[in-house]
RNA sequence: CGGGGCGUAGCGCAGCUUGGUAGCGCGCACGGUUCGGGACCGUGAGGUCGGAGGUUCAAAUCCUCUCGCCCCGACCA
């Protein structure tokens, strides 16, 4: 491609509205730009990005013996009304009403739909098992789009579905998506940490996160220093603590202080003092499961982990109760809640309890409670309820365990017959019995993972794309007003293409020093930069992007050192 | 949905407090000089000041409503 011809808008300065650093590239750099919140074009450079990894993703699928259908994404609502996803989805659905007033949505994820293919289609063991996939446009209104590609509305997702005749038959399937899941996400690139998850509202019983490490990740997961235990903090276990209760002969007598103004722990914290720390505050949030109202605490330098809370409760789903209605519960304010005096159920996790002289809300506006304990001012059930973080002893083995910041950029879970029990989705066996097919289901964000690479490999300069995935493997820049590295350059780039390589000639007319701004900012692995200096010597230059040196090649040599550098990038 | 911030030329911003000619930088077009890390000079094109209503002789500026975007939280395969 020539630069000069080539749709590649660039920006100098970072768009007021981008935060993110794949989010400023991708602006910057011309691969994409915004139509509303969370809806996003891919621009001619981010769509060759988008295929590089399409196609790794279709190696790989088709290598474990899936196969690649395209369902709908404008679907008749029947579907999800059979699952009870119509409803249990909420808002998040886009719902659309035809002109008959008939009910439809597009679709977030395709389970039922595939669901309703197999159960029509196959009816034999000798069918199975099945795997069916598809790369397609998911639509998913979500509540907070965020971060350019990284959290859309819009936005692309390899979905397969796997189908087996037994549980572990279907464990068997899962096991192989996590291995081609391992493939792909090494081929990209990426490191990552594959870890357990919940299900959320996918449903089924196993799951796990492939989970890329980025600081500006949404998600928090626990990684154990010795073993290979891995967990998303949503669910991560923690090893035994100790909960012991503080010594009574320590105990200091309980002192309220009026506290004006301290509605989160760093205030508290800040308003007691250099000496205090969140360590020494307890945490106590009002929780709705179901009719009841529960008060968690926890210590203030830790997080509640709703999903174990609500299980050790039995309830499927906490909710956070709001500014009025803990005002009405405890007749209390946000921010001065806590465990004495308090008239429901009390849960608080061990490393509460075994706080001495712990600060916490006085449950009265607006006051704090200085030393209270445990056993002396208030009584709790002790249970578990709190978030893996560094530190804590790993589950499994004598480790310890790591906090990561983590981009979710594949989910594969074991559905088991969650859906085919629904849609009645069954096979005959060799005893001609019937029985529900057993399913798994398998994602990966293909437009969040072109983001979620950007995170991990960019610099000040730009994006520096491993070479696998990048729109373009070599750049050639002449440079100077001479009609010979022009020529030179040119040259270089057509038997560059001859030999399959995909190269860009930046033949503007631009100064070197934008030239060369701009190929950082792009990205490409290699530049070939060929100027009247270097040609008087008969020699070009040849440049990683991830090296700050560069070489320099006799132009006559150029293509065979070209792909000896990039077979040395793909190693 | 709660809290905070922002909407003025393609991009980044000033102007708003105290109402009165819509500005700056980059980019863009043309001419000239320049040419190895985002050059310089000159000329020029380009704006419903997010939208609607109101106050006023007069609104980018004041008031009301509304739409959109970003961040934190709630929520979220």
Redesign the pocket.
Known sequence: MRYSRAFI????????????PS?ILML?AGYAR?V????YELLPLGTRVLHKIEKIVREEMDAAGAQELLMPTFLPGEYFKESGRWEL??P?LLRIKDRKGGEYHLG??HEEIVTDLVRREVKSYRQLPLNLYQIQN?Y?D???????LL?CRE?I?KDAYSFDVSDEAALASYQQMHDSYHRIFQRLGLEYRVVEA?????GGKQ?A?FQVLAQTG??WIVACDECDYAANVEIARRGPVAGAEPDPSKMLPVEKVETPNTHTIEEVVAFFGPDVTAAQTLKSLVYLASDEIVLAVVRGDHEIN?IGLARQLGVD????AS?AAVKEATNTEIGFVGPVDFGGRIIADPDAVSVLNAITGAGETPYHLKNVNHGRDYTAEVLSIRQATSGDPCPNCNGTLQLYRGI????I?VLGTHYSDKMNATFLDEEGDSHPIVMGCY???VT?LIAAIIEQHHDE??IRWPVHVAPYQVIVTP???DEE?LTKATEIYETLRDQGIEALLDDR?????????????LGIPL?I???????KQGTV?L?KRIEAE?EDVPAADIVSATQAALAALRS
């Open positions: 808008p660039t920006l100098k300065e970072v768009p007021k509205d981008a935060t993110m989010h910057r915004m509303g919140a969370g809806i989805y909420g998040t977030p994820t998911k998913r979500e509540p907070r789009p965020r971060a350019g959290r936005f997702m919940d299900s959320g509202a996918i799951s996160e949404e998600d709703e789903a906490l909710l956070l500014d979710e950029g594949g989910h879970f994602g990966i964000g969040r300069e730009g440079i100077g007003k590295p007319s631009e100064r070197p020093g934008v030239k060369f701004k701009d190929a950082d900012l530049r930069t060929v100027g009247s200096r270097g040609l230059e440049k560069s």
